[in-house]
């Protein structure tokens, strides 16, 4: 049961469920009551997935379970939404939110900090919770695609937003399930082809020479569904040295079987850009370009109460580092040249009960990575990849994954514990425990706590780069912490609202720091590095108020860092959003016009060395800021024209030291929607 409209929440109640259409959790913001159900539901509605999977098999066994409250937004398969905070946002949001990229979007939902350097995409960093990029696990479809040599590379994912389904956003530590990386929280982005015939062109431009051109396709038939996407984009630059151009190809493909689903995807990414100070500002005229090679193929069988899902993977990235774009210094050795490969196979199973359910499951996974900067000396130098260049140096590593988990539901009570074994032939073995409890005080209001602890390994970048002004440590250490979470979630049919409070203690946390008095960056562990923190989350259904609003959504929140003692200059880890405040409002009016708008305030930690030129810089403050970004349209049966205005307040503001970000950006874009 689909619901059309998005901001429509309605409250149901069931005795019985069986082989209906309604047997899958697919209705957006409804509050479910359930008494008896088959289990053709959302199995990863309850506290504990399985390694993130992007749907549910139908089961076609009756199973009795202890009425429970299912917030059935949408089915989150990064964690349960009754115990933790997760967002999701759907594919409907998608559409109203006033975004290009998945960084931009990213940035309006759920008071995420995006540390952007290149605009529309080009290169931004998730940060959550006062962590820091490389303590965000990013997954697609449930697959682990984090970037070994660093955090900068995670969102160098060949996918478009109308490929994208949902976004599942788990805010907190996720280790305990998906390994090192989910630290403060994880990512996970689900494409999923569509069972009709119909197809999407879109041609976005604007000023500052951009372009954004986008065809997709989707595919079905009989058992079999597709979907296929090419996008082009590409400017001039808002300042010199910000150009950039980015091809981006992907593909989804599912085949049902009589026990299961078969699928694959994979995707294509050629992106090259600008950099215009973004590593270090004394050399402004920076220049990268990446690659993204990434694919999986899986399968999903249900047999009886059991579901068993297995798959493999494989990632491929290389990155070319230019210092001088042109006229380099004549101390310049040439440009730093990189390539990982990641390659992996995991198994999952659960099985249900009219009690709870469990969860099993292991994940075998090879990182490695080739280049002239990063690593140990190689017997014998290997041919860039795509590149006039030789790589000499490389590392690797290899690790072993095995959890367990049980969920119980009784009384009202959702309680979930778990834990994990995790062996690196680098890093030994690391054990990573949660447990999680929730209570229904009413069909509406729903109290949380919990308790998880998880870790982060060093990348590649953090061992081991040298460069003018940074050097990495071969002796890092993994990085620890244990977070004390609490919470209430409040549903209702017109207002959804979350509250939570969380206490994360960290051990031997990896920054890139220095003394005031010196010049090059280096990392290291920091010995204790504590953060307190608050999540506020409120969405009002405003549909039926006749003011020509839909919905207002509220998202704040707060990360304090507890500074280590001493005096050392953080680069990363001490200049976290202390403030992230995000207010949207979606409105429509008569005859097909609508207006989306988002306000965001951000306070951030800090100061930074502002360089007025490459030997002078003076100490100073991260700028508060408020930004306004704008959509406003007019719908005619399947076109769709726009204008958006991004920083329409025309602010000026960093996200990253000394990387001036746009000011206001005001383009026109078209959407076709047609069916073969």
Same mark, same amino acid.
């Given at each position: 049961?689909?619901?059309?409209?998005?901001?429509?929440?309605?409250?149901?109640?069931?005795?019985?469920?069986?082989?209906?259409?309604?047997?899958?959790?697919?209705?957006?913001?409804?509050?479910?009551?359930?008494?008896?159900?088959?289990?053709?539901?959302?199995?990863?509605?309850?506290?504990?997935?399985?390694?993130?999977?992007?749907?549910?098999?139908?089961?076609?066994?009756?199973?009795?379970?202890?009425?429970?409250?299912?917030?059935?937004?949408?089915?989150?398969?990064?964690?349960?939404?009754?115990?933790?905070?997760?967002?999701?946002?759907?594919?409907?949001?998608?559409?109203? =939110?006033?975004?290009?990229?998945?960084?931009?979007?990213?940035?309006?939902?759920?008071?995420?900090?995006? @540390?952007?350097?290149?605009?529309?995409?080009?290169?931004? /960093?998730?940060?959550? @919770?006062?962590?820091?990029?490389?303590?965000?696990?990013?997954?697609?479809?449930?697959?682990?695609?984090?970037?070994?040599? #660093?955090?900068?590379?995670?969102?160098?994912?060949?996918?478009?937003?109308?490929?994208?389904?949902?976004?599942?956003?788990?805010?907190?530590?996720?280790? =305990?399930?998906?390994?090192?990386?989910?630290?403060?929280?994880?990512?996970?982005?689900?494409?999923?082809?569509?069972?009709?015939?119909?197809?999407?062109?879109?041609?976005?431009?604007?000023?500052?020479?951009?372009?954004?051109?986008?065809?997709?396709?989707?595919?079905?038939?009989?058992?079999?569904?597709?979907?296929?996407?090419?996008?082009?984009?590409?400017?001039?630059?808002?300042? /010199?040295?910000?150009?950039?151009?980015?091809?981006?190809?992907?593909?989804?493909?599912?085949?049902?079987?009589?026990?299961?689903?078969? +699928?694959?995807?994979?995707?294509?990414?050629?992106? &090259?850009?600008?950099?215009?100070?973004?590593?270090?500002?004394?050399?402004?005229? %920076?220049?990268?370009?990446?690659?993204?090679?990434?694919?999986?193929?899986?399968?999903?069988?249900?047999?009886? +109460?059991?579901?068993?899902?297995?798959?493999?993977?494989?990632?491929?990235?290389?990155?070319?580092?230019?210092?001088?774009?042109?006229?380099?210094?004549?101390? +310049?050795? &040439?440009?730093?040249?990189?390539?990982?490969?990641?390659?992996?196979?995991?198994?999952?199973?659960?099985?249900?009960?009219?009690?709870?359910?469990? /969860?099993?499951?292991?994940?075998?996974?090879?990182?490695?990575?080739?280049?002239?900067?990063?690593?140990?000396?190689?017997?014998?130098?290997?041919?860039?990849?795509?590149?006039?260049?030789?790589?000499?140096?490389?590392?690797?590593?290899?690790?072993?994954?095995?959890?367990?988990? %049980?969920?119980? +539901?009784?009384?009202?009570?959702?309680?979930?514990?778990?834990? %994990?074994?995790?062996?690196?032939?680098?890093?030994?073995?690391?054990?990573?425990?949660?447990?999680?409890?929730?209570?229904?005080?009413?069909?509406?209001? =729903?109290?949380?706590?919990?308790?998880?602890?998880?870790?982060?390994?060093?990348?590649?970048?953090?061992?081991?780069?040298?460069?003018?002004?940074? *050097?990495?440590?071969?002796?890092?250490?993994?990085?620890?912490? #244990?977070?004390?979470?609490?919470?209430?979630?409040?549903?209702?049919?017109?207002?959804?609202?979350?509250?939570?409070?969380?206490? @994360?203690?960290?051990?031997? !946390? !990896?920054?890139?720091?220095?003394?005031?008095?010196? *010049?090059?960056?280096?990392?290291?562990?920091?010995?204790?590095?504590?953060?307190?923190?608050?999540?506020?989350?409120?969405?009002?259904?405003?549909?039926?108020?006749?003011?020509?609003?839909?919905?207002?959504?509220?998202?704040?929140?707060?990360?304090?860092?507890?500074?280590?003692?001493?005096?050392?200059?953080?680069?990363?880890?001490?200049?976290?959003?202390?403030?992230?405040?995000?207010?949207?409002?979606?409105?429509?009016?008569?005859?097909?016009?609508?207006?989306? $708008?988002?306000? @965001?305030?951000?306070?951030?930690?800090?100061?930074?060395?502002?360089?007025?030129?490459?030997?002078?810089?003076? %100490?100073?403050?991260?700028?508060?800021?408020?930004?306004? /970004?704008? =959509?406003?349209?007019?719908?005619?049966?399947?076109?769709?024209?726009?204008?958006?205005?991004?920083?329409?307040?025309?602010?000026?503001?960093?996200?990253?030291?000394?990387? #001036?970000?746009?000011?206001? $950006?005001?383009?026109?874009?078209?959407?076709?929607?047609?069916?073969?």
């Amino acid at each position: 049961m689909r619901m059309k409209n998005f901001f429509k929440s309605v409250t149901m109640r069931f005795s019985k469920w069986s082989h209906k259409g309604y047997g899958v959790f697919e209705s957006i913001r409804n509050v479910v009551n359930i008494g008896v159900l088959p289990l053709s539901y959302c199995l990863l509605a309850m506290p504990m997935a399985t390694f993130a999977q992007t749907d549910s098999v139908t089961v076609s066994k009756n199973v009795d379970i202890e009425e429970v409250v299912v917030n059935a937004r949408k089915k989150a398969s990064t964690y349960s939404e009754l115990t933790r905070v997760v967002s999701v946002v759907s594919r409907d949001e998608l559409g109203q =939110r006033k975004a290009t990229s998945l960084g931009e979007l990213l940035e309006q939902v759920a008071a995420i900090d995006i @540390r952007q350097r290149g605009t529309h995409g080009v290169q931004a /960093d998730i940060n959550l @919770r006062g962590g820091t990029f490389d303590q965000v696990l990013v997954l697609l479809n449930g697959i682990n695609v984090t970037d070994p040599q #660093t955090g900068h590379h995670n969102l160098n994912i060949p996918v478009d937003l109308d490929a994208i389904e949902r976004i599942e956003i788990l805010q907190g530590p996720g280790a =305990r399930e998906y390994g090192p990386g989910a630290f403060a929280g994880a990512i996970n982005i689900i494409t999923k082809p569509d069972g009709d015939n119909h197809g999407n062109l879109s041609v976005f431009a604007a000023e500052h020479g951009l372009l954004k051109s986008n065809l997709s396709q989707n595919i079905s038939k009989n058992n079999f569904k597709t979907f296929i996407s090419a996008s082009y984009d590409k400017s001039n630059g808002y300042i /010199d040295n910000t150009d950039f151009k980015r091809l981006n190809l992907y593909s989804h493909s599912t085949y049902k079987l009589s026990n299961g689903e078969v +699928y694959l995807f994979a995707g294509y990414q050629d992106k &090259g850009f600008g950099a215009n100070s973004f590593y270090t500002p004394k050399f402004p005229n %920076q220049y990268e370009a990446t690659k993204a090679l990434l694919g999986s193929f899986g399968y999903d069988m249900q047999m009886g +109460y059991f579901t068993l899902k297995a798959a493999t993977y494989y990632r491929k990235h290389t990155d070319r580092f230019e210092l001088f774009r042109e006229n380099p210094a004549s101390w +310049y050795t &040439g440009h730093n040249y990189h390539a990982t490969d990641v390659y992996g196979v995991k198994m999952s199973g659960n099985r249900i009960y009219s009690w709870g359910k469990t /969860d099993l499951g292991v994940e075998l996974r090879r990182e490695e990575i080739l280049s002239n900067k990063l690593g140990s000396e190689l017997v014998d130098s290997v041919k860039a990849w795509g590149e006039d260049a030789y790589y000499t140096k490389g590392d690797s590593r290899n690790s072993f994954i095995a959890f367990a988990s %049980q969920a119980v +539901y009784l009384n009202g009570f959702a309680i979930s514990a778990g834990g %994990q074994f995790y062996h690196s032939n680098k890093f030994g073995n690391n054990w990573t425990w949660g447990v999680d409890l929730s209570y229904g005080l009413t069909s509406m209001l =729903r109290p949380f706590a919990s308790v998880n602890r998880s870790f982060r390994l060093p990348t590649f970048t953090d061992l081991y780069y040298q460069g003018p002004t940074n *050097m990495g440590n071969p002796n890092l250490k993994a990085e620890f912490a #244990t977070t004390y979470e609490g919470g209430v979630k409040f549903n209702h049919k017109l207002v959804h609202s979350e509250l939570s409070f969380y206490y @994360r203690e960290g051990n031997d !946390i !990896i920054d890139w720091v220095k003394a005031p008095s010196e *010049m090059v960056w280096t990392t290291t562990n920091y010995t204790k590095l504590n953060t307190l923190g608050a999540n506020v989350y409120l969405s009002v259904n405003t549909t039926n108020l006749n003011f020509f609003t839909n919905k207002i959504s509220l998202s704040y929140s707060f990360a304090n860092n507890e500074k280590p003692k001493g005096d050392l200059d953080s680069y990363y880890v001490l200049d976290n959003l202390k403030h992230n405040l995000s207010i949207a409002g979606y409105h429509t009016f008569p005859k097909g016009f609508y207006l989306n $708008w988002t306000l @965001r305030y951000q306070e951030r930690y800090g100061e930074y060395l502002k360089y007025v030129d490459a030997s002078t810089s003076i %100490q100073t403050p991260y700028p508060n800021v408020w930004l306004l /970004d704008l =959509r406003a349209g007019y719908s005619f049966k399947n076109i769709n024209v726009f204008v958006d205005a991004s920083n329409a307040l025309d602010q000026e503001y960093v996200d990253i030291a000394n990387v #001036t970000q746009p000011g206001r $950006w005001v383009g026109i874009g078209i959407n076709y929607n047609f069916n073969l």
